[in-house]
Every structure is written in structure tokens, then in C-alpha cells.
T-cell receptor, first 113, second 119 residues
Framework: QKEVEQNSGPLSVPEGAIASLNCTYS??????FFWYRQYSGKSPELIMS????GDKEDGRFTAQLNKASQYVSLLIRDSQPSDSATYLC?????????????FGKGTRLSVIA | GAVVSQHPSRVICKSGTSVKIECRSL??????MFWYRQFPKKSLMLMAT?????????EQGVEKDKFLINHASLTLSTLTVTSAHPEDSSFYIC???????????????FGAGTRLSVL
């Protein structure tokens, strides 16, 4: 059973702080890793993808991948109230092109103004 | 960026009627599309994987005769909820994976979702 684990939260951070979201996965052969943001009542939106060990930065977002530890994280710098949402970690397991992403249950982030 | 269009965004229907939801990839081809259901404050639940030109693969516990999926082209998949009942009321979301090229690498793009209310 392929699993992706996330702390459900809520994670509360003050405006302007760094929010740190974490995710672990069970399938060591996983190839691709994603972070999606889902606002209440809306569908998930892709915000970051990462495929190799290390950091990947995009604006205020940094994704970090450590395949040896089977760990993915997302850092949000200068957090804004508009960042308040549920963040879903997703992993593509090493199977076939038709395989759906395995999603974590999400971490709810609340940025307090 | 890749766009997945889903229609309708909201539908209200009477119990016993059927509802069709369309999912289109607008600027890429997708051999594989996925259908999810999400209840309020709950996690995404995968219902089925839809492959162009072949039968969909349903997840355990999802009734294939109730949730009919058709993936007739590389850009269109439909979900029909047959004989809908109030317990089918939920948020249905489609997702598409680009066939190849720079948009690939196993990404899934999501439609905006369809909120179904069965009276």
C-alpha cells in the first residue's frame, strides 16, 4: 500500500513568518513529487513539482526533497493570509503512466494577520 | 499553463435523474484522466482512472454501473451519475495527465470541480 503522510494541522503562523509543511512517503521508488494548494470549496491547484534531491525555489515557495529519508517539504516565506488553505502532498509511485498520484490527506494552514 | 475545463460547475437535480459532467483538456492531450469525489472537510477520494479508448478502472467500492465514465477522445472524458440520490451529493473533480512533452513528468492538472446537489 503506497502511503503519503501529512500532519493534518491546523498549522497557524503569523503573517510574514515562514510556514513549513512536511510530508513523508512509503514507496522508496517514487519518482515525482508535488504540492497542491486547495482553498475551501475549490479544486486542488498545482503549486510546486520536484523530481530530484535538494531544493527548488519558485517565488515565495521552496520545495525540498530528500529521497533517502523519503521526505518532502514545502516552505512558504513571508506568509500571507491569502496562503491560508489546505496543502496536499502528492507522490507519483514507480508503476506506469496510468497510475494516479497518491495524495496525503493535507495540512491545513492558517496565516494570522 | 495546462488548463482543464469542467462543466457544469454546479448542478441541482431531482432524485432518480442522471447527471453528466464533462472534463476537457484545453491545450494538451491526455490519455489518462482521473475522477475524484470530495465530501465537505474530507480528503480527495479517487473514484476511477479513465483511459482513452478503453474501459475505466474503478476503485474498490465505487459502483461502475452508477458512475459511468467515457473517455472517447484524448481531450474529453465524461462522468455520468445515473439515478442520482441525495447521498450522491458531493464535489466531483476531474484531473488530467498530459500525454508527453514538457508538460508531462507525471503531473496531474485539475478541473474546477462540479458541485452536485440531489434533492
Amino acid at each position: 500500500q503506497k502511503e503519503v503522510e501529512q500532519n493534518s494541522g491546523p498549522l497557524s503562523v503569523p503573517e510574514g513568518a515562514i510556514a513549513s509543511l512536511n510530508c513523508t512517503y512509503s514507496d522508496r521508488g517514487s519518482q515525482s513529487f508535488f504540492w497542491y494548494r486547495q482553498y475551501s470549496g475549490k479544486s486542488p491547484e498545482l503549486i510546486m513539482s520536484i523530481y530530484s534531491n535538494g531544493d527548488k525555489e519558485d517565488g515565495r515557495f521552496t520545495a525540498q526533497l530528500n529521497k533517502a529519508s523519503q521526505y518532502v517539504s514545502l516552505l512558504i516565506r513571508d506568509s500571507q493570509p491569502s496562503d491560508s488553505a489546505t496543502y496536499l502532498c502528492a507522490v507519483f509511485p514507480r508503476l506506469s503512466g496510468n497510475t494516479p498520484l497518491v495524495f496525503g490527506k493535507g495540512t491545513r494552514l492558517s496565516v494570522i494577520a | 499553463g495546462a488548463v482543464v475545463s469542467q462543466h457544469p460547475s454546479r448542478v441541482i437535480c431531482k432524485s432518480g435523474t442522471s447527471v453528466k459532467i464533462e472534463c476537457r483538456s484545453l491545450d494538451f492531450q491526455a490519455t489518462t484522466m482521473f475522477w475524484y469525489r470530495q465530501f465537505p472537510k474530507k480528503s480527495l477520494m479517487l473514484m476511477a482512472t479513465s483511459n482513452e479508448g478503453s474501459k475505466a478502472t474503478y476503485e474498490q467500492g465505487v459502483e461502475k454501473d452508477k458512475f459511468l465514465i467515457n473517455h472517447a477522445s484524448l481531450t474529453l472524458s465524461t462522468l455520468t451519475v445515473t439515478s442520482a440520490h441525495p447521498e450522491d451529493s458531493s464535489f466531483y473533480i476531474c484531473s488530467a495527465r498530459p500525454l508527453d512533452g514538457d508538460l508531462a513528468k507525471n503531473i496531474q492538472y485539475f478541473g474546477a470541480g462540479t458541485r452536485l446537489s440531489v434533492l
